[in-house]
């Protein structure tokens, strides 16, 4: 980010408040929008699209210098919405795409890839974005930008990037026409991981036949 971007930033933290409760707001209208199911097959493509602009601002928050609350204590936002009938919405629709493997941190040497579900991950990051939103919209914009950025930081962000790896190889999989490997009882059930590391599902021909038009890919005949 230039000097410039920084200090447009530091000089017009409403604009940049601003921009961020859209964004983020935007993100939270779309996936309840997909998780409602109207349109099954495009749910994988918009996900990857909004799941991609949320990391911007996301980047822009971590790039940021800290923001700082202008109360001690956290204010009481309420009961936080129940995301269990989203997280639902969504497995059901991405099923059976919707486990995948991970590894928790990039940087702890010979880390065991665990298995991870994209539903209970973006029910995880509205979670957090609905958080800070209800500052937001009751006027505690430092308190907002403070939370978003905290839980950039230690949830939301690496939450949402695993999610993006795994919508991301949804799409390169479909469009190079690389049909996934069978996945041999990957649940985030069991942590467990066969011998040679891998963690499969059996998901290829599925994935194709229903994202594979959304994407541009034309489907083999029988």
């Known amino acids: 980010m230039s000097d410039a971007t920084l200090n447009s930033i530091k000089n017009s933290p409403d604009d940049f408040a601003v921009q961020i409760g859209d964004q983020i707001e935007s993100f939270v209208v779309a996936v309840t929008e997909v998780a409602k199911g109207d349109d099954p097959d495009s749910a994988v493509p918009y996900l990857l699209l909004e799941v991609s602009q949320l990391l911007l601002a996301g980047g822009r928050l971590g790039a940021h210098e800290d923001?700082?609350?202008?109360?001690?204590?956290?204010?009481?936002?309420?009961?936080?919405?129940?995301?269990?009938?989203?997280?639902?919405?969504?497995?059901?629709?991405?099923?059976?795409?919707?486990?995948?493997?991970?590894?928790?941190?990039?940087?702890?040497?010979?880390?065991?890839?665990?298995?991870?579900?994209?539903?209970?991950?973006?029910?995880?990051?509205?979670?957090?974005?609905?958080h800070g939103m209800a500052h937001y919209r009751a006027g505690r914009v430092s308190e907002a930008l403070w939370w978003w950025q905290f839980s950039y930081l230690s949830n939301w962000g690496p939450t949402a990037s695993a999610s993006l790896r795994a919508l991301q190889s949804l799409v390169a999989h479909v469009r190079l026409d690389k049909p996934l490997d069978e996945l041999d009882g990957l649940d985030t059930d069991s942590n467990a991981a066969d011998e040679d590391g891998s963690l499969e599902a059996e998901a290829g021909a599925v994935m194709a036949a229903e994202i594979g038009g959304p994407l541009g890919m034309r489907q083999s005949e029988a």
Request: charged share 35%; hydrophobic share 35%.
């Open 67 to 130: 923001f700082l609350p202008d109360e001690r204590y956290e204010p009481d936002v309420g009961p936080e919405p129940d995301v269990d009938e989203l997280r639902e919405r969504l497995a059901a629709l991405l099923d059976p795409v919707d486990v995948y493997s991970e590894v928790f941190d990039p940087y702890v040497p010979r880390s065991a890839p665990v298995a991870c579900r994209i539903s209970d991950d973006l029910s995880d990051v509205l979670t957090d974005l609905r």
